[in-house]
């Protein structure tokens, strides 16, 4: 299932929420369809609002390639609406993308079995995170841990998309559980940059039971994987780092698509 949450053009003041499917958006309430619009006709609002938290996971291999991983908090308020325009300072070079899924919690767990886990998702969406290269080798240069080079918008796709779509097949390995590949493709206007297939390197059967192990992992909060190994837009066909007036599309298998906008 795909839920959304949108404007009508002629009633912008008004906050819906509805399922997509067939290109047509069916306006709900609860889970009961009222009415149905065209695509043409509605503004894509981002399909969660705003969380109440968000940690971003990070992988690693250690030793004798023990994969190991953490998270670090960010800034609920990055997160924008699907497709927005936005600005940056003009000071701020190597703007690049890192490319995540988001898991949306709808329900308060600790220590969960892997069924709690399963009853604790409302579902996933496909998320862009900009970064700046530049800030971040700036940071890591100084001994500091990247903060500000990583704490710049993200952007939402404009779905989100329940379990049963995303992770048709089960896996008996808890560690497997909710991880796959996914084939992503990149494009500027009718130029392909990257097309590929890549794999989740944590599930999010881990990220859910490492992160309320110790402490409940509440409703309304948002959950990153790791970004994928995508290569850097520098490594891309284009050769450069994004700027003002590029116009990004991505395109998930299974989660949609992510429009990234920068004027």
Known sequence: MKLC?????????????????????????????????EVSNVEFLKPIGTPFTMRKFESFTHGDSVKKFFYQYGNPLNLLEPAQFFSLDHQIEGLDIQIRIACMIQEN????TIYEVQRSILGFIPVCEVVSQTLIREEIKEGMPVCIGNDLPLLPGALLITEE?????????????????????ISHGDEILHS???????????????????????????????????????????KRYITPGDELNIQIEDLGAIQVKLL
Not at 10 to 36: C, D, F
Request: some cysteine; proline content about 8%; charged content about 25%.
């Open 5 to 37: 949450r949108f404007r009508l053009d002629a009633e912008p003041e008004k906050i819906l929420t509805g399922i997509y499917k067939n290109s047509k958006i069916y306006q709900t309430e609860g889970m009961v369809p009222v009415s149905v619009h």
């Open 109 to 112: 767990i600790l220590n969960p």
């Open 165 to 185: 779509e995303c992770y048709p097949n089960k896996e008996d390995d808890l560690n497997e559980h909710l991880k796959r590949d996914w084939n992503i493709k």
């Open 196 to 238: 590929d297939t890549h794999t989740q390197t944590i599930s999010f059967n881990e990220m859910i039971r490492f992160t309320s192990k110790y402490t409940p992992l509440r409703a309304g909060e948002l959950l990153l994987s790791p970004p994928f190994n995508v290569p850097s837009v520098n490594e891309m066909s284009w």
